[in-house]
């Protein structure tokens, strides 16, 4: 019997790096037993998907579908699963599969899966295909790597959290920020400000770093406790030794010794800015202070559904410009002149 269902997806796809984007269609693959299909509704717009599609990171296969910030609803599931239902109301982020098996996905840490956890979208499936990603109207995804979007979400606003949300919640949790703890989070762009909201939330003092003024009423609202610009030096004489942590959102190289100035003896700076070069630093930055450097990669499927649920029942929401498929190549623009507030979320029905 044949079970070939063909589902065929409009999508909004990048032909080679930089280009304008197209619309054009895929084939999604038919329903494995564990596979359920999305009707995706929303998908966010993350700096990672423009350093992917302007290939900085230098690993693009073109033409390309970006987009890993997904929420819809699903529309059929395969005779396997369990967690799901047609109408169900779901998300996806940054990876569609991992091996299940070794240390790191049995704990839960499906990001450091040591197969290779397989992204959304520019990789390669362990059955050999290529992924795309959340620039479409349908997408076929293991239920494992789906979550579900609480009710009180709307799924426009929701669809930042997949990324945004669980890679700056999953390091504040790591370092177990919380009352007592002042935190730093330097760039306030997508990450940046929902970083302010679950830092403030979780009881930290917050102190945003952006490189100007514009946004300090914002931050506020978000909850940060103060507000310094980055473009005037005084900034780092004044806060000299003071954090615990920093949590840096920039897509840029920053001057890590000014940052590393700012840590407490025993402070961390967290990356999750991925610049495409690499940074340059004194190791007595970190000598004289016995301070550390450390990066994070968004978080496991399980923390990603905690921290959809932890923003639900705190009122934590993206702050989101909800734009057409005509517009996206114009929100790149704006994004890489950090004019976004704060987060660009493509409306699929437009497509
Ligand atoms: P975004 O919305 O563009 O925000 C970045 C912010 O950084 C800007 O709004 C701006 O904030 C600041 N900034 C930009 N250029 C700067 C420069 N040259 N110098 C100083 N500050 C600058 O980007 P995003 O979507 O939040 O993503 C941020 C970075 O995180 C990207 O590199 C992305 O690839 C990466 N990322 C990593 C992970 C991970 O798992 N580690 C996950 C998602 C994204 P101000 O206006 O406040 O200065
Ligand atoms: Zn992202």
Redesign the pocket.
Known sequence: MCNHQNITARVLSVPSAKAPFEKSTIERRDLRSDDILIDIRYCG????D??NAHDDWGHGVFPMVPGHEIAGVVTAVGSDVTKFAVGDRVGVG?FVNSCGECEYCLRGDE?FCTKGVVLVFNAVDYDGNLTYGGYSQKMVVKEKFVVRIPDSLDLDVASPLL??GI?TYSPLKYWNVGPGKKVAV????????LAVQFAHTMGAEVT?????M??KNEALDFGADHYYA?SDSATFTELAGQFDLILN??????DVDAYLSLLRVDGTLV?????AKPDEYNVFSLIMGRRSIA?????GIQETQEMLDFAAEHGIAPMIEVISADQVDEAYER??R?D?R??FVIDMSTL
Do not use: E, F
């Not at 959102?249 to 920053?254: D, E, F, G, I, P």
């Open positions: 717009i993350c700096h990672s423009i350093h940054c990001q990324c945004a890679t330097v760039g306030m762009g997508g990450l940046g400000h945003v770093l952006s490189q100007t514009n946004k980055t959102t920039v897509s840029a190289n920053l990356n999750v800015g991925a610049p990066g994070s990669n968004v978080g994004v890489l950090s976004v704060y987060r």
